[in-house]
């Protein structure tokens, strides 16, 4: 584990390594600090989370439950003292966490403990809730987990699964909602609601809230998993990373069609369990840009908070090599003609970019929802797979590349004389600017 320091002006400077320790013997797939920045939660191929105390750079506790690497670690807004989590893996379950309660001792199967400097050995902790079989499919068979694209494990990580349904995105709703959350998986494009108020351990199954439709372009072409999920400022959007090339928007009103008082802002308290899953909307919009590849479950998203005169800004990473930014704001979309079903049947039909043919008359299928281009990639920073990112408490992104180059990207007049200044006296070497239109730089009269 390595920080660094993102101020413009920090020290030491963004290039140097500001603290580094060790937490896994193994791949970290993901991370996350609590609301106060006291604690990191990982999530690692060595089959645990680990919940680190930032001041020592010790472990505090281990969760140790899944059979297979972990996919998200992610703590619920508002929980008392940072106490909740909830861990996905490959298995397709999905654990809930107190660190509140503790374990009866060590798991069955030890790990080593490498963290360090080591101030003392960490609880083990165990699962208050578990979602088994989270987003089990009947139709998912061995045929299906062969074709390109899926979660497979990365060099280093642990497999330790056969057959189950990788739970690779999840995410809590804003506080007021806190005890819904939302999963996704690597089989197809749909996401689950859940009421973490209504998981009983004495049920084996647990049943969601609601489940939405797939893209009726799915439907009509083949599945597609989810990589990422993010939640907008004011909670009432959803944002979906999806492997097709596009993020998927949903309103979280419309998680659930109908009356549903579990998503009212209500004081929390024990429900009962839902008899069945209900049904919800389909996305309302989505994005798509000609240089956003998600080809893989390691290209994540990320969204950043309205604040101190930056508007809201969704950036997605990319197989391409760069990292793409979206507005949200619903005002200013430039929306691309969409064509009906009447004229998409009298035209030839074309393929479409990103999606693979299952059949020799596959063609395009034309998209029912409306689809914003309005993206801006961020370009010469990296040369391979953008996979991870994050924005800084200050607005500026973060970007990790497979070139193993860490970017911290920045607003300001820089960029514009990147752009225009040309090649001369390796100006540009070792930088990277938002690639947008000519007239963009060009001086207002």
Same mark, same amino acid.
């Given at each position: 584990?390595?920080?660094?320091?993102?101020?413009?002006?920090?020290?030491?400077?963004?290039?140097?390594?500001?603290?580094?320790?060790?937490v896994?013997?193994?791949? $970290?797939?993901?991370?996350?600090?609590?609301?106060?920045?006291?604690?990191?939660a990982?999530?690692s191929?060595?089959?645990?989370?680990r919940?680190?105390?930032?001041?020592t750079?010790?472990t505090?506790s281990?969760l140790?439950?899944?059979?297979?690497?972990?996919?998200?670690?992610?703590f619920?807004?508002?929980?008392?003292n940072?106490?909740?989590l909830?861990?996905s893996?490959?298995?397709?379950?999905?654990?809930?966490?107190?660190?509140r309660?503790?374990?009866?001792?060590n798991?069955a199967?030890?790990?080593?403990?490498?963290?360090?400097?080591?101030?003392?050995l960490?609880?083990w902790?165990?699962?208050?809730n578990?979602?088994v079989?989270?987003?089990?499919?009947?139709?998912?068979t061995?045929?299906?987990?062969?074709?390109?694209?899926?979660?497979l494990?990365?060099?280093?990580?642990?497999?330790?699964?056969?057959g189950?349904?990788?739970?690779?995105?999840?995410?809590f709703l804003?506080?007021?909602?806190?005890?819904?959350?939302v999963?996704?998986?690597?089989?197809d494009?749909?996401?689950k609601?859940?009421?973490?108020r209504?998981?009983?351990?004495?049920?084996?199954?647990q049943?969601?809230?609601s489940?939405?439709?797939?893209?009726e372009?799915?439907n009509?072409?083949?599945?597609?998993?989810?990589?990422s999920?993010?939640?907008?400022?004011?909670?009432?959007?959803?944002?979906t990373?999806?492997?097709?090339?596009?993020v998927?928007?949903?309103?979280t009103?419309?998680?659930?069609?109908?009356?549903?008082?579990?998503?009212?802002?209500?004081?929390s308290?024990r429900?009962?369990p839902?008899?069945?899953?209900?049904?919800g909307?389909?996305?309302?919009?989505g994005?798509?840009?000609?240089q956003?590849?998600?080809t893989?479950?390691?290209?994540?998203?990320?969204?950043r908070?309205?604040?101190?005169?930056?508007g809201?800004?969704?950036?997605v990473?990319?197989s391409?090599g760069?990292?793409?930014?979206?507005?949200?704001?619903?005002?200013?979309?430039?929306l691309q003609?969409q064509h009906t079903d009447?004229e998409?049947?009298a035209?030839p039909p074309?393929?479409?970019p990103?999606?693979?043919?299952?059949?020799?008359?596959?063609?395009?299928v034309?998209?029912s $929802?409306p689809i914003?281009?309005?993206?801006?990639?961020l370009?010469?920073?990296?040369?391979r797979?953008?996979g991870?990112?994050?924005?800084?408490?200050?607005?500026?992104l973060?970007?990790?590349?497979?070139?193993?180059?860490?970017?911290?990207?920045?607003?300001?007049?820089?960029?514009?004389?990147l752009?225009?200044?040309?090649?001369?006296?390796g100006?540009r070497?070792g930088?990277?600017?938002a690639?947008?239109?000519?007239e963009?730089?060009?001086?207002?009269?």
């Amino acid at each position: 584990m390595r920080l660094l320091d993102s101020a413009k002006d920090g020290y030491p400077s963004f290039k140097d390594v500001f603290l580094s320790f060790r937490v896994h013997n193994n791949a $970290i797939i993901d991370m996350i600090f609590s609301d106060d920045d006291s604690l990191l939660a990982t999530a690692s191929g060595d089959q645990t989370a680990r919940v680190v105390d930032m001041v020592t750079q010790t472990t505090l506790s281990a969760l140790g439950n899944h059979s297979a690497s972990l996919k998200q670690v992610r703590f619920q807004p508002g929980s008392s003292n940072n106490s909740v989590l909830a861990t996905s893996s490959r298995d397709g379950s999905v654990q809930i966490w107190d660190l509140r309660c503790k374990g009866e001792g060590n798991p069955a199967q030890l790990f080593q403990i490498p963290t360090q400097p080591a101030v003392r050995l960490p609880v083990w902790g165990r699962p208050v809730n578990s979602i088994v079989d989270a987003h089990k499919q009947t139709y998912f068979t061995r045929l299906s987990s062969s074709l390109p694209g899926n979660d497979l494990p990365a060099y280093g990580e642990a497999a330790g699964r056969a057959g189950d349904m990788s739970v690779t995105a999840m995410t809590f709703l804003p506080e007021g909602r806190e005890h819904l959350l939302v999963t996704a998986s690597e089989g197809d494009a749909s996401v689950k609601l859940w009421d973490l108020r209504s998981l009983h351990n004495k049920h084996k199954t647990q049943v969601a809230l609601s489940q939405t439709f797939q893209p009726e372009s799915h439907n009509r072409w083949r599945h597609f998993g989810i990589s990422s999920m993010n939640v907008n400022s004011s909670g009432s959007r959803l944002y979906t990373l999806c492997k097709d090339n596009t993020v998927y928007t949903y309103s979280t009103n419309h998680l659930i069609l109908g009356h549903a008082p579990e998503l009212s802002v209500e004081p929390s308290g024990r429900k009962l369990p839902p008899k069945e899953t209900n049904v919800g909307l389909g996305p309302i919009y989505g994005y798509r840009h000609p240089q956003l590849h998600a080809t893989s479950f390691y290209v994540k998203s990320a969204i950043r908070k309205a604040k101190d005169g930056k508007g809201e800004m969704l950036a997605v990473g990319s197989s391409d090599g760069c990292a793409i930014l979206f507005p949200t704001d619903e005002r200013y979309f430039p929306l691309q003609q969409q064509h009906t079903d009447i004229e998409s049947e009298a035209k030839p039909p074309t393929r479409r970019p990103g999606l693979r043919s299952m059949g020799s008359n596959s063609g395009r299928v034309d998209d029912s $929802i409306p689809i914003s281009t309005n993206g801006t990639p961020l370009i010469r920073g990296h040369d391979r797979e953008v996979g991870s990112l994050a924005w800084t408490s200050n607005g500026d992104l973060v970007t990790v590349g497979d070139d193993f180059i860490v970017r911290c990207w920045r607003e300001g007049e820089d960029a514009r004389d990147l752009r225009t200044g040309g090649e001369a006296e390796g100006r540009r070497w070792g930088c990277g600017w938002a690639d947008v239109s000519e007239e963009y730089d060009e001086d207002e009269c």
